[in-house]
């Protein structure tokens, strides 16, 4: 039940997919904008290694680190570089790294017979290039395996992803498909597994006059309906006909593919941010007491060389996750 409970922190879809590990994120920058911020090109290569269109020059001779605690002893890391190559573009490399923890293996008569611990891991190359000024397009190759105990998989996804970015008007957009590939060797034979395949549009806007830039993404566009199905036919115990629990069905599920996320930039060292999943919250708020599922709050800072991000994203009022991030641009000693 642990690990099951675990694997459901990671995905932001309906938990039909292995490999979590392809939709999961520890960078504190994205996690504090409600796990997403696909639409943002001003050089930061934890956003670059989630979509690579958004690589270029600025985002050169960077380091990532970032880790993140979830509740008990899951984690999630990643360490991610990035470097020039001449006429191909920005190339990033990049490993992450999902724990589980440790959990008692038991016999069928549920006698403790030992231990074991789970993870999932996966190496990753990412190349962005700029097509013109304002267009660029990127793509990432992921190599993906898991172990949960004895039983071990493996997969090969590539996410493809376009940018546009006008500087002028403060605007960016990006469309990205994400984890379209194949499972390599299963947990074991007759068991399918499928891979977390999703397509995802984001835009922001930074306000000319104030020190704001506003984000809206929207998840999951290959498939529209996003509800539940237990939640939206009931059988009336009384006439035994199907009754739909769902009437507002048009805004629940468009409501279900959006992420709002705003960037507060007081200063050009420091900012505040905040983000809002709707379907994070529907998934796993509490009905009688919600509190803050699926909102997310953070802040990053310059302090000398590094770059320092931290995040809080409320789950339910079972807990929430901290995500800490570190990035460093060696081209910034050039110029001191």
């Keep these: 039940m642990g690990l099951v409970s675990s694997l459901g922190l990671f995905g932001q879809g309906n938990g039909e997919d292995s490999f979590q590990i392809l939709q999961s994120t520890s960078a504190a920058r994205i996690a504090s904008l409600g796990g997403n911020a696909m639409a943002v090109k001003d050089g930061d290569l934890n956003l670059g290694l989630l979509t690579p269109s958004l690589l270029d020059s600025s985002s050169t001779r960077q380091i990532a680190l970032s880790y993140t605690r979830f509740f008990g002893e899951s984690n999630i890391s990643h360490a991610g570089y990035a470097f020039d190559v001449k006429s191909l573009g920005t190339v990033s490399v990049a490993f992450m790294n999902v724990g589980y923890g440790d959990f008692d293996m038991t016999n069928s008569a549920g006698e403790v017979v030992g231990q074991f611990n789970a993870g999932e891991y996966m190496l990753q190359a990412g190349l962005g290039r700029q097509l013109t000024d304002r267009f660029s397009i990127g793509a990432n190759i992921k190599f993906a395996w898991s172990e949960l105990a004895e039983y071990k998989s493996s997969a090969l996804a590539v996410d493809v992803s376009g940018t546009y970015h006008n500087s002028e008007k403060l605007f960016t957009a990006s469309v990205m498909m994400r984890n379209f590939g194949n499972v390599l060797s299963h947990y074991r034979d007759g068991v399918d597994q499928s891979l ?47 009754v739909n629990t769902n009437p507002d069905g048009f805004g629940e599920n468009l409501m279900r593919h959006l992420v709002f996320n705003a960037e507060i930039l007081i200063t050009q060292n420091f900012n505040i941010r905040v983000g809002y999943n709707y379907n994070r919250r529907q998934q796993l708020k509490i009905e009688e007491k919600p509190g803050g599922a699926g909102f997310t709050y953070g802040l990053g800072m310059r302090i000398a060389k590094m770059h320092l991000s931290y995040a809080r994203a409320a789950y339910s009022l079972a807990g929430a996750s901290n995500h800490f991030s570190l990035s460093v641009k060696f081209n910034d000693f050039k110029k001191s």
């Design 196 to 242: 977390p395949f999703e397509i995802q549009a984001g835009l922001t806007k930074k306000l000319a006059k104030a020190p704001i830039r506003f984000g809206l993404i929207a998840e999951n566009l290959q498939q529209w309906d996003m509800t539940p199905e237990q939640n939206q036919i009931e059988i009336d115990p009384l006439t035994g006909e199907e």
